[in-house]
């Protein structure tokens, strides 16, 4: 199941602290460890809070992973049994804190910005805050510290880095056992905001022991100095005494219980002996670049806190006081026998937890209700509202759309009408585009059929009724341009008078006269030989051009011409 999937059940927190605008109600708090899972109702009395039914129980084998739920069908069937076993079986809201060295921290510091823009301007750096794939990783962060005023203003805020899927797998467990999640907040942070009630100004380094993880904090009157989270707990020394007891896997809270009881055998004490060196390892870690204000008391909490002989042993290696954290101001416990101190993270998930619910999951409420919120009957009465609303706008859209729906049909039928009246103007354009067509089939026709020779039989009959008995035409050769003849007459004398003739004929535009050369017969009398060439066309001296004449004679007959026409007019 994926985050889109879980979209519709889910809470879309924006980017401010809404926990502040609720009012202060009871609250069902968890915190899922690898080994051990915490259980308790916290109940806001002034600024304090009271702890009611606290308990804890042995996470199933190979569920939770670093944090990770791994298996979330069996954590979530021994969550519902133990939630219904104490009497929580009514609640339908969660508050989870998570408890994974997956989640990365950065302290930053700002110039003066406004909490309502911190989102903003957190996520635009978060690349440069953390070099990871940001697409697979959810961005928050808490405000510690503002200084707006002085010479040197600025803002100090810690920034987290959640795995997605990390959050993903809370929300499918959280289905799974039939909750809402209001809230989802990181254990650091948890424990900053039930650790900043204790104002104590010596530097106090508080040691978280958990089951495979620490949480180490360093406070001075409430505020944060240094957080960081190391892979050391009691997990290796209570596994190893139960090795030694003979114990079974189920029997891990009782083995535990025994260890603070009496003291440990003499096989345990290089478990014990490690476990103190890594506390001051990590006091060392924070002295070595706080040299200005080195730790001054250390004080355990948390499930491994008070093992047998572990507090005395790093108060002699430190020189420091070392004390119990059993109670704190603001949380106090009811009737449980491991103490306020280890469920310090769970509880204080719901004081100002981060906003790490993703916008991808959102829901169809903006918030979940406190029970002292709307009735049955107040939300009944809004949905009936909102339906009959939806109803009415939907049958006004409904009859808008008819009402388009019925002009649009009028309008077509309008049109089909009109096509039809107009239907005989088809035919009329169907038999115009036939005509066109056999006329344009016509005109091919007679331009193929058509030849250039076509006024050769003109030009024929011309010559029997024009030209004189007297000349003889020996030969014609016709191109579709022309035809050159070759002519033959008694005298010199004849020659003009066949062209003057030749000139006259209507089809020809233009004639070209070769030389006439006299020579004998065979009965030694003499004749005259000459050719011609005759173009085909309208004779220009019928438009009283001649074609013969020189240029210069052509512009006096022009000139002729426009004087006769001016005396005339």
Not at 77 to 86: A, P
Request: proline share 4%; with cysteine; glycine share 6%.
């Amino acid at each position: 199941m994926t985050l889109k999937d879980l979209a519709a059940k889910d809470i879309n927190f924006k980017n401010m602290n809404l926990h502040a605008m609720l009012p202060k109600r009871k609250m069902l708090n968890i915190e899922v460890g690898d080994r051990l899972t915490k259980v308790c109702v916290s109940v806001p009395k002034g600024k304090k809070s009271i702890i009611q039914t606290p308990f804890l129980f042995q996470t199933p084998k190979d569920a939770v992973m670093d944090g990770q739920v791994e298996n979330p069908d069996a954590l979530a069937r021994e969550l519902r049994k133990q939630l219904d076993g104490h009497g929580l079986g009514a609640w339908k809201s969660v508050t989870f804190s998570l408890t994974s060295s997956k989640v990365a921290t950065r302290e930053v510091t700002l110039p003066p910005v406004h909490e309502n823009r911190l989102h903003d301007v957190i996520q635009t750096n978060a690349a440069d805050y953390f070099p990871v794939d940001l697409s697979k990783y959810y961005v928050a962060h808490c405000l510690l510290e503002q200084e707006e005023k002085g010479e040197h203003p600025f803002c100090r805020v810690l920034a987290f880095a959640v795995p997605l899927q990390l959050l993903q797998m809370y929300f499918q467990l959280a289905e799974q056992t039939g909750l809402k999640i209001r809230d989802l907040d990181f254990s650091g942070n948890s424990q900053y905001q039930k650790l900043r009630l204790v104002r104590d100004d010596a530097v106090t380094m508080y040691v978280n022991l958990n089951c495979s993880s620490s949480c180490i904090t360093f406070m001075k009157g409430g505020q944060l100095l240094l957080q960081r989270t190391f892979t050391f707990g009691v997990d290796e020394t209570i596994l190893h005494y139960m090795e030694i007891a003979g114990k079974q896997a189920d029997d891990y809270l009782a083995a535990l219980k025994e260890c603070e009881n009496q003291a440990y055998v003499q096989e345990l004490s290089q478990d014990l002996s490690r476990m103190e060196s890594d506390v001051v390892r990590c006091a060392n870690y924070y002295n070595s670049s706080h040299w200005d204000q080195p730790v001054e008391k250390i004080v355990l909490f948390g499930i491994g806190s008070r093992l047998a002989g572990l507090k005395d042993m790093v108060a002699e290696s430190t020189g420091l006081d070392v004390t119990l954290l059993e109670e704190i101001p603001g949380a106090e416990c009811d009737t449980d026998e491991w103490g306020a101190s280890v469920y310090l993270a769970c509880a204080g998930s719901s004081l100002s937890p981060l906003d790490l619910i993703p916008p991808q999951i959102k829901t169809k409420k903006k918030l979940l209700r406190p029970s002292g919120g709307k009735s049955k009957a107040v939300y009944l009465r809004e949905g009936l509202f909102i339906c009959g609303a939806c109803l009415v706008l939907s049958l006004i859209l409904s009859g808008f759309a008819f009402f388009r729906y019925q002009s649009a049909r009028a309008e077509k039928m309008a049109a089909e009408q009109e096509i039809a009246h107009l239907s005989y103007a088809e035919t009329v354009y169907n038999d115009y585009k036939a005509v066109k067509s056999e006329e344009k089939s016509l005109q091919t026709l007679s331009t193929k059929i058509e030849t250039p020779n076509d006024q050769l039989t003109e030009l024929i009959e011309e010559l029997e009724t024009k030209m004189p008995s007297r000349i003889l035409l020996l030969s014609a050769s016709c191109t579709p341009k022309e035809v050159m003849m070759d002519i033959t007459v008694p005298e010199y004398s004849d020659v003009a008078v066949v062209l003057t003739q030749l000139r006259s004929f209507e089809s020809i535009q233009n004639i070209e006269f070769y030389s006439a050369v006299e020579e004998k017969d065979q009965s030694n009398g003499s004749y005259v030989s000459f050719s011609v060439v005759c173009t085909y066309g309208r004779n220009p001296y019928l438009n009283g051009d001649d074609p013969y004449a020189k240029p210069s004679e052509e512009k006096g007959k022009s000139s002729e011409k426009a004087e006769s026409k001016e005396e005339a007019s």
